[in-house]
């Protein structure tokens, strides 16, 4: 009783502020920030999410399905972003070895991490020579890649 002048004013905005989420609908999709902070990003959630809650926006909205549908999105096969945990599963994988950029990994992450992060040390040190400059790189050995 007490909540429903709050929801008649959250309605009058339209959809700028929907309720929902509840129920016998769709929750808000859980799901982690791939590029941001991840070192093994298949995908990143943020469009993925965005676009697949456009769709079902109006089962968020309604309690019109026979029971809650919990969503999640993982990045990657880590699955950090609860996947495990839930009705629908989308999940990022990984289909081809990574692509070294000498020009700009140095400068996107941290070397010690990304080969750290191979589980099968496909990743290893390396040295480039960019704009006549050796510089600090990694290297693929694609025959050790899971991809």
Avoid at 21 to 46: E, F, L, M, R, Y
Avoid at 109 to 132: F, M, R
């Amino acid at each position: 009783a007490k909540v429903q002048p709050l929801l008649d004013t959250l309605a009058s905005y339209g959809n700028k502020y929907p309720v929902g989420g509840t129920g016998a609908g769709v929750t808000n999709i859980v799901h982690t920030q791939g590029w941001v902070h991840c070192h093994t990003p298949a995908t990143d959630a943020s469009g993925v999410v965005k676009a697949v809650m456009d769709e079902l926006f109006d089962y968020f909205t309604s309690m019109t399905l026979p029971a809650q549908v919990r969503i999640a999105l993982a990045c990657c096969l880590n699955m950090c972003g609860a996947v495990h945990a839930s009705d629908i599963a989308i999940l990022g994988i990984h289909r081809k070895p990574p692509m070294i950029d000498h020009n700009r990994i140095s400068g996107v992450c941290e070397l010690p991490l990304a080969i750290a992060s191979c589980p099968l040390g496909a990743v290893k040190p390396a040295k480039a020579e960019v704009n006549g400059k050796e510089i600090k790189t990694v290297k693929v050995t694609v025959e050790r890649c899971m991809f």
